[in-house]
């Protein structure tokens, strides 16, 4: 079996989850609406399937059954079968699309300007960090939840484990053209200066700030998940 998302990343080959006939699919809301549809390919048609809640993922379940034959599967038609699901708890989905969500990430301010008008300084500016996320007031820490929308500011290029750690960066550009002054036909004319660099040529000048969000309380359960895991086969290797 064979399956893409719509709406969604998926974050795990459910290969690795194969346990007899059931396997299971994380995914990851890419829409910031927390809706989404698993595509499933596979020869035959019996399957059926299951879905239960996860806190910040969705599990989607499916099991084979006995009709089914092999084969092979080609994803880039119509799929065999379309689950449509959809997060409705958990910490994403309070931060982003409960009713309990903290609002949305401003708009980028834009201010374009061209040589012949008062100002020749243009400028965009994404929203500072801080209007990325929100802070969950009841906890005693600094957790922030996520805002609609953050998705569009995630670096995916980075060398961090994205199941845990999350990068977001916004970007600040200012750019500073020469001033225009007014000349008859065939007259000398000059350009104005610069008013940051002080040349008269072009002028840019670019900021970019990031923020790193850890996601601790899950990398912290996956461990002592992996350590009950160790000391489980250790003491059943001792029972040989």
């Not at 994403?92 to 100002?119: K, L, Q, R």
């Not at 980075?158 to 199941?163: A, F, P, R, V």
């Amino acid at each position: 079996m064979l399956f893409t998302c719509t709406g969604c990343n998926i974050k795990n080959n459910i290969q690795d989850t194969w346990n007899g006939t059931e396997g299971t699919l994380i995914v990851e809301d890419t829409e910031n609406d927390c809706n989404f549809s698993i595509n499933a390919y596979y020869p035959g048609s019996g399957a059926y399937t299951c879905t239960t809640s996860g806190s910040g993922t969705q599990q989607i379940e499916i099991f084979v059954g006995a009709g089914s034959t092999s084969g092979a599967i080609n994803t880039s038609g119509a799929p065999t079968q379309k689950i449509d699901d959809s997060i409705n708890e958990g910490p994403y989905y309070e931060g982003v699309c409960g009713p309990t969500g903290c609002g949305t990430i401003p708009a980028d301010e834009v201010e374009v300007n061209n040589c012949c008008e008062d100002s020749t300084t243009s400028k965009v500016s994404e929203p500072i960090l801080n209007d990325l996320f929100c802070r969950d007031d009841d906890l005693k820490v600094d957790y922030y939840k996520l805002k609609s929308g953050i998705n569009e500011y995630l670096q995916t290029n980075t060398d961090l484990d994205s199941n845990y750690c999350q990068m977001y960066c916004t970007e600040r550009t200012q750019v500073d053209i020469p001033g225009a002054l007014t000349a008859t036909n065939g007259k000398y004319f000059k350009l104005a200066q610069n008013s940051v660099s002080g040349t008269y040529a072009p002028h840019t000048q670019s900021t970019k700030r990031c923020r790193i969000r850890v996601e601790y309380d899950k990398w912290l359960t996956d461990y002592r998940r992996q350590v009950d895991a160790s000391v489980n086969a250790y003491n059943e290797y001792q029972k040989k």
